[in-house]
């Protein structure tokens, strides 16, 4: 009798394994699918990691590209230095309403002494930028991250008054990287190393140029791969929290995802953003019902996807080597149904 109650259940043991097993296998043949459909639109190379329950569940490597690979970034960087930020915040040592003139003087001078880190971080800071994505990759021409922040403070023209018109730029978050280097009086590299990089175990990632005489740029400036950009969306994923080591604190998590500017509020986005509405540092894709954000995203113009659905409880990095043509949001989202079909659950 003991012996058929042992050998029932381990029939019914391989039958729930061998479920599972197929399972995973229907659901890693979908994601598949979809990224293999949208090659002729992402790139001959692509490199995918979906990550859920603490690990990384799915990984899919096409022509050149390995989940190791590190690439340029673009705007992605954005999230890093906006972490970076709030180190400080919860130290302390700097308040998000802070007025920049407070660290960097030349701002007053200049009639721009009443910009915050906030609105560098929310692109509020109403300093003529950029336009156009040919102006937003453009080299950086300057020397050092101080000679780059002071030219804005001396030689942009205010376009509105801070804090009243939402218009995409690299400009804020290279000023807020600025007000970090003085604080702390470390450059930008070595704080992003010491508080981001190195806790969080991306070991391929840095913001440090090919050209040593080029200035770093916080906001469109890093390389990573998207195993590395993985480990930085587990933290968030998780709270803050990465191989139980607190990277960020809960409320500063939250403050990340929280709303700052509605997409009807937006007066320049590029077009893979526009219509979009954003909360610190981050795009918001989706909200629930009562309107906070469940998906959130950094997309970079040059098609890296970094992704994390708050509500399913995984996040999701597509690197690409180089664009065939203009960057579609809607290729991004229909991988992303994709996804949600195998996760599942409902996000009202």
């Excluded at 994505?133 to 050092?144: C, P, W």
Aim: hydrophobic letters at 40%; a positive charge.
């Amino acid at each position: 009798m003991l012996m058929t109650t042992i050998i029932k259940t381990s029939i019914v043991a391989l039958c729930i394994l061998s479920f599972q097993t197929a399972s995973s296998q229907i659901d890693t043949t979908a994601i598949a699918d979809r990224l293999m459909r949208s090659r002729e639109k992402l790139g001959k190379d692509i490199a995918f990691v979906l990550y859920k329950n603490g690990k990384i569940v799915y990984k899919k490597e096409i022509g050149k590209l390995t989940i190791k690979t590190p690439l340029p970034i673009g705007a992605s960087s954005q999230w890093l230095t906006t972490a970076l930020v709030l180190t400080f915040v919860q130290e302390g040592k700097l308040s998000l309403d802070d007025k920049v003139s407070t660290y960097l003087p030349i701002f007053t001078k200049y009639y721009k002494g009443y910009i915050t880190i906030r609105q560098c971080l929310t692109h509020f800071t109403g300093i003529q930028s950029e336009q156009g994505i040919t102006k937003l990759l453009q080299k950086n021409k300057f020397h050092t991250l101080e000679e780059e922040v002071n030219e804005f403070a001396s030689k942009r023209d205010i376009q509105t008054n801070a804090g009243t018109e939402f218009r995409y730029s690299n400009v804020g978050f290279n000023i807020a990287a600025r007000v970090l280097e003085v604080i702390s009086k470390k450059t930008f590299d070595r704080l992003i190393q010491d508080r981001i990089i190195r806790p969080l175990a991306m070991k391929n990632t840095t913001f440090s140029n090919e050209n040593y005489n080029d200035a770093l740029n916080p906001a469109i400036g890093a390389k990573s791969s998207a195993a590395d950009f993985t480990n930085f969306l587990a933290m968030l994923l998780n709270k803050g929290t990465f191989n139980n080591r607190p990277i960020l604190t809960e409320s500063s998590v939250s403050l990340m995802h929280t709303l700052t500017t509605e997409a009807s509020q937006v007066k320049y986005a590029p077009a893979p953003v526009s219509r979009l509405s954003y909360a610190l540092g981050e795009w918001i894709l989706e909200t629930n019902a009562h309107g906070k954000a469940t998906v959130v995203a950094v997309p970079s113009l040059q098609g890296t996807w970094p992704m994390i659905d708050l509500c399913r409880g995984y996040a999701c990095v597509i690197f690409t080597n180089e664009l065939p043509g203009e960057q579609n949001r809607n290729l991004y989202m229909d991988i992303k149904a994709t996804i949600d079909d195998i996760v599942g659950g409902n996000c009202q």
